[in-house]
């Protein structure tokens, strides 16, 4: 079983992915724009193989306009040796990627334009797999469509074009339940129909439950049938309801003890699970790090490492409390992080950021210049009067990580949670 997250690294330098306008879009301008972003997800695969991450989501927005006449180049060429230097390292390091075209490529829609586009979109993100080398496990996921007032026939459009579709497309297209017009069940008849693999997605079904009452994991082993000795290990999407937005919205973390009583619903031969979260690989992280054994205390020490300075401007009591945990050796990952959510839901008050502040300068004082000792004791004083946000000093601080190369502030997650 396999961990993973989705398309963008929080709190990892250097992997941010740039895009433009589509008026902005000559061959210079694309041409640094997929040149960063090839760079920033090598950067993404390294920090992966570093945390144990086995299972990543590329983001469609890899190549801007990858699928339209507006990008004219032939990228497949221009940076063939940058695809294959991804796909050698997501080789090397047992990476397992996958690709999930956005709502707009509707495969049974009645316009045939829009189908056109679809089948282009499909093309593009296939190509992005093949020039990087990965075999037929990493998969492009789909959502079936509309309805259009007749669900029977738009399930029958989508499956002939799904016929129509090169092979090349086809050995690595899944298909997904969603969360108002095709319920599991329905995605499992055209399975049935076509053979194509289905990845059951647990939001979208507690939104939109299928006819024949299951619990979840009746319909995660029903899924799993779906998937041939080619295809992979079976695969789900794993999400938790944000309780302060609409249904159907993921949730800032995933939170550990509700996903380790979930996950003791799947058995031990349990599906690749990607986490859908607003935190990205910092819940990809935590669950990894409670489902795998051996040497606790260092990853724990590692998280914490990451995560002290943002607890301590929200609570004393929670950094007191989660210090005192991890002198116990065997202190458990999801006791660990149950007190870190904790932590990190709680909001300080003006002496707690202070308090964090001055601990995170604590690093410049040997390198800082007279003049950067002195902005930072202004601005101190304006964020007592109420003159000066929080957030202004913390990102004066970050600039000075920057600049003194200060790595274990580097990887903090002070400046962004």
């Known amino acids: 079983m396999r961990i993973g997250y989705a398309c963008l690294a929080v709190g990892v330098p250097d992997t941010g992915f740039r895009s433009c306008t589509m008026k902005n879009a000559d061959e210079e301008r694309l041409t640094?724009?997929?040149?960063?972003?090839?760079?920033?997800?090598?950067?993404?695969?390294?920090?992966?193989?570093k945390n144990g991450i086995r299972m990543f989501r590329i983001s469609s927005d890899l190549i801007?306009?990858?699928?339209?006449?507006?990008?004219?180049?032939?990228?497949?060429?221009?940076?063939?040796?940058?695809f294959k230097r991804i796909?050698?390292?997501?080789?090397?390091?047992?990476?397992?990627?996958?690709?999930?075209?956005?709502?707009?490529?509707?495969?049974?829609?009645?316009?045939?334009?829009?189908?056109?586009r679809a089948v282009l979109d499909l093309q593009y993100h296939t190509r992005i797999l093949d020039c990087m080398g990965v075999d037929k496990?990493?998969?492009?996921?789909?959502?079936?469509?509309?309805?259009?007032?007749?669900k029977a026939q738009a399930a029958r459009r989508f499956e002939l074009n799904w016929r129509g579709m090169k092979d090349s497309v086809k050995e690595r297209?899944?298909?997904?339940?969603?969360?108002?017009?095709?319920?599991?069940?329905?995605?499992?008849?055209?399975?049935?129909?076509?053979?194509?693999?289905?990845?059951?997605?647990?939001?979208?079904?507690?939104?939109?439950?299928?006819i024949e009452k299951n619990p979840d994991f009746f319909w995660v082993a029903?899924?799993?049938?779906?998937?041939?000795?080619?295809?992979?290990?079976?695969?789900?999407?794993?999400?938790?309801?944000?309780?302060?937005?609409?249904?159907?919205?993921?949730?800032?973390?995933?939170?550990?003890?509700?996903?380790?009583?979930?996950?003791?619903?799947?058995?031990n031969e349990g599906p690749d699970i990607m986490l859908e979260v607003k935190d990205k690989n910092l819940s990809a992280v935590k669950c990894i790090n409670c489902v795998t054994p051996g040497k606790t205390a260092r990853k724990l020490e590692l998280e914490w490492s990451r995560y002290k300075y943002k607890v301590l401007e929200n609570s004393q009591e929670k950094y007191n409390q989660i210090r005192k945990?991890?002198?116990?050796?065997?202190?458990?990952?999801?006791?660990?992080?149950?007190?870190?959510?904790?932590?990190?839901?709680?909001?300080?008050?003006a002496g707690s950021f202070i308090n964090a502040a001055q601990h995170v300068w604590g690093y410049f004082k040997d390198h800082a210049d007279e003049m950067e000792r002195e902005k930072f004791k202004k601005a101190m004083v304006s964020f007592q009067r109420g003159d000066l946000p929080l957030s202004a000093i913390k990102k004066y601080m970050w600039k000075l990580s920057v600049k003194y190369q200060e790595e274990y502030l580097l990887n903090s997650y002070y400046f962004i949670l």
Request: glycine share 8%; aromatic share 8%; hydrophobic share 35%.
């Open 173 to 210: 297209l899944v298909i997904e339940n969603d969360d108002r017009n095709y319920t599991v069940e329905d995605v499992l008849e055209i399975s049935g129909r076509v053979g194509v693999p289905v990845v059951f997605d647990n939001l979208h079904h507690a939104l939109n439950p299928s």
């Open 87 to 116: 796909g050698d390292m997501v080789k090397k390091y047992d990476i397992r990627v996958s690709m999930h075209p956005g709502q707009y490529t509707v495969l049974n829609s009645p316009d045939a334009n829009i189908v056109e």
């Open 32 to 49: 640094a724009i997929i040149s960063h972003n090839l760079h920033s997800l090598e950067k993404i695969m390294e920090y992966n193989h």
């Open 222 to 267: 029903e899924c799993g049938k779906t998937w041939k000795r080619m295809d992979g290990n079976p695969k789900i999407h794993y999400s938790q309801q944000n309780g302060n937005k609409k249904k159907g919205s993921h949730s800032d973390i995933i939170r550990i003890r509700e996903f380790m009583e979930y996950l003791d619903g799947l058995g």
């Open 64 to 82: 801007p306009f990858g699928s339209s006449p507006v990008n004219f180049l032939e990228w497949w060429n221009i940076f063939g040796d940058e």
């Open 325 to 349: 945990m991890l002198k116990d050796k065997e202190c458990s990952p999801v006791s660990f992080y149950s007190v870190l959510e904790e932590a990190l839901d709680m909001q300080g008050n």
């Open 137 to 150: 496990t990493c998969k492009i996921i789909l959502h079936v469509g509309g309805v259009y007032g007749d």
